[in-house]
């Protein structure tokens, strides 16, 4: 079984919690795409964990993790996210955790080079997390990325650190007028970061492949939304790479094998880190209330997240995006204190009614949404574990989200532990 689990909105929509619940039947976990610039938060029997670039099944000591070729590694984070679990009493081993060489490395200086374009926009910039995915993303298609399999060969490592950096510092020294980096600390960096996880690099597409033929079950884990999906996202405001289940196995090193099942994950209302057009967002007491209810600041930066209703119109093309086979509803508990429960159906632009998802920020900046309302459940629903437990009035919500999202909702969840889930089918 070929599974994968991926964001229908903007992301932070609970996919973390829910790999670390699936993970329990399947062999393997692949994080696919993505750097350190979003969080997979889980809450299970060994604590609360926050992951940026470790898979979320990695707390599963029987199942073996891969951080893809699709991914850019910061090799610093990466260090500090083992040691913290290895802290709580997760060890690791080349049987536990295998990295791609063919994934790229996110260098001090991509970071760098974030913070200074972001400064340089001043308010037209992007809301970049400043963790340097972009201008990693940029070197990998410019020919100009470290990958993690350089670190095997420290004979040629110099040289290309060498090259690079001299490249790079055309941008920073005389481009932003800052003070170039040096090759030497570069070295430095990759030695002192890079050293600690040569054990568990490797040849992974040769592994998964190996896994197929086995009849080994997969699950595969991306990051962020449909909506931050560099092509059919919210461009510009949109991550740097492919967000979307079709990358799913292109992104793992394994192109040549098909997905069995899509599980999109989304809240039961709507959040959003970063700028960019947010059709439906709360704002003032109203806003403060279903940030607070809901606990929601980024697993990443702590940035506070923007908040509002269930938005249909985003919610069914992000389905759409992902070819979602069914969905996971996540945080219903948080709309318990709603006397009436806002939903988007429809936006307004230019005084007519849409239902279509625009394809240009320049639509949905001038969007309104269109609410309909709903009888709230008004109780807390955080012990529930079967359907019949749920109040008729959070049944009734799950149906209508569920007709207007067109896919049917397989999953949801009443509370952050790993248990808190109802299986609805």
Same mark, same amino acid.
């Given at each position: ?33 993505g ?17 940026n ?20 590694i ?49 308010n ?10 972009s ?24 040289e ?22 040096s #090759?030497a600390?570069? /070295? &430095?960096?990759?030695?002192?970061? !890079?050293?600690? @996880?040569?054990?568990?690099?490797? $040849?992974? *597409? ?33 991550? #740097?790479?492919?967000? /979307? &289940?079709?990358?799913?196995?292109? !992104?793992?090193? @394994?192109?040549?094998?098909?997905? $069995?099942? *899509? ?11 970063g700028?960019?057009p ?19 600041y980024?697993a ?7 908040? !509002? ?32 429960i ?17 394809a ?66």
């Open positions: 079984m070929l599974t994968s689990i991926v964001g229908i909105n903007w992301g932070d929509e609970g996919k973390g919690r829910m790999v670390d619940l699936l993970s329990r039947d399947y062999d393997i976990v692949v994080r696919y795409q750097g350190n610039n979003a969080g997979h938060t889980v809450v299970n029997d060994k604590g609360k964990f926050v992951m670039l470790l898979p979320s099944g990695i707390l599963r000591q029987e199942t073996t993790n891969v951080l893809a070729p699709g991914m850019v910061d090799l610093e984070h990466l260090h500090r996210e083992i040691t913290t679990l290895e802290n709580a009493g997760i060890s690791f081993s080349p049987e536990h955790l295998l990295i791609s060489s063919r994934a790229s490395i996110c260098m001090p200086y991509h970071s760098l080079l974030d913070r200074m374009e972001e400064a340089r926009l001043g037209k910039k992007f809301g970049s997390t400043l963790r340097g995915i201008p990693a993303y940029a070197d990998r298609y410019m020919k100009k990325a470290l990958r993690i399999g350089d670190l095997l060969h420290p004979e040629s490592l110099k290309k650190v060498e090259d690079i950096v001299e490249w790079k510092n055309l941008t920073i020294e005389k481009g932003y007028g800052w003070v170039p980096v #090759a600390d570069m /070295l &430095a960096w990759l030695d002192q970061y !890079g050293t600690p @996880i040569l054990s568990y690099i490797g $040849d992974t *597409t040769d592994y998964l492949g190996r896994a197929i033929s086995e009849g080994k079950s997969i699950l595969f884990e991306a990051q962020l939304g449909a909506l931050r999906d560099i092509d059919y996202g919210i461009y510009p405001y949109t991550s #740097a790479s492919p967000t /979307l &289940a079709a990358y799913a196995t292109l !992104g793992a090193g @394994i192109p040549f094998a098909r997905l $069995d099942e *899509t599980i999109g994950i989304m809240k039961a209302y709507s959040t959003c880190v700028e960019g947010f059709v439906c967002e709360m704002f003032g007491e109203e806003g403060s209330m279903l940030r607070e209810a809901g606990g929601e980024g990443a930066t702590g940035r506070p997240r923007r908040v !509002g209703p269930f938005d249909a119109v985003a919610s069914r093309y992000g389905v759409r995006m992902q070819g979602s086979t069914c969905l996971a509803l996540t945080k219903l508990d948080v709309l318990s204190y709603m006397e009436e806002p939903i988007c159906t429809a936006y307004e632009i230019d005084g007519k009614k849409v239902t279509a998802f625009p240009s920020c320049e639509e949905l900046n001038k969007a309104k949404p269109v609410y309909e309302y709903l009888p709230g459940f008004h109780c807390d629903i955080s012990s529930c574990r079967t359907p019949e437990e749920l109040p008729t009035a959070a049944k009734n919500y799950i149906q209508a989200l569920e007709e207007l999202a067109g896919c049917p909702i397989r999953y949801v969840s009443v509370s952050a532990e790993r248990d808190a889930c109802i299986q609805m089918f």
